[in-house]
């Protein structure tokens, strides 16, 4: 099953999808799930830029692993405005085994997809890709 899940295809509207927020910041974040009957890695969800990041983490399913980007955007001590695009893998602790496993083993061929993520994330519960957390790592 590893070699399986982990030859997951990657829709092109996942890449597509990563460039628009990348360069031209047309969303806030990127919800991708994998289409277990396609074996293909999907675009959910995509969040709007007034969206924040409590519209972010509603968007995470309590039962079910997803991998999302996200755009924080922040000021630095010295009043710079900055951006760095996160990575999360989100796999809760009420998901699927098997469902955790092909994430896991697909995660690395599809962030290899993405070019441009800055901060890579693993969370299992809401706790783990609070604000705070995503604050503390943007620095």
Known sequence: MA???SGMAVDD???L???ELKAKRTYRFII???DEKKKMVVVE?????IL???DFAASLPDNECRYAIFDYDFVTEENCQKSKIFFVAWSPDTARVRSKMIYASSKDRF??????????LQ????????????RGRAN
């Open 111 to 120: 962030k290899r997809e993405l070019d441009g993520i800055q901060v890579e």
């Open 17 to 19: 999808k990563f460039l």
């Open 13 to 15: 509207e996942c890449k």
């Open 52 to 54: 924040n990041y409590e």
């Open 32 to 34: 991708y799930k994998i």
């Open 123 to 134: 969370a299992t519960d809401s706790s783990e890709v609070g604000l705070d957390v995503i």
């Open 3 to 5: 070699n399986a899940a």
């Open 45 to 49: 969800k995509v969040g709007e830029p």
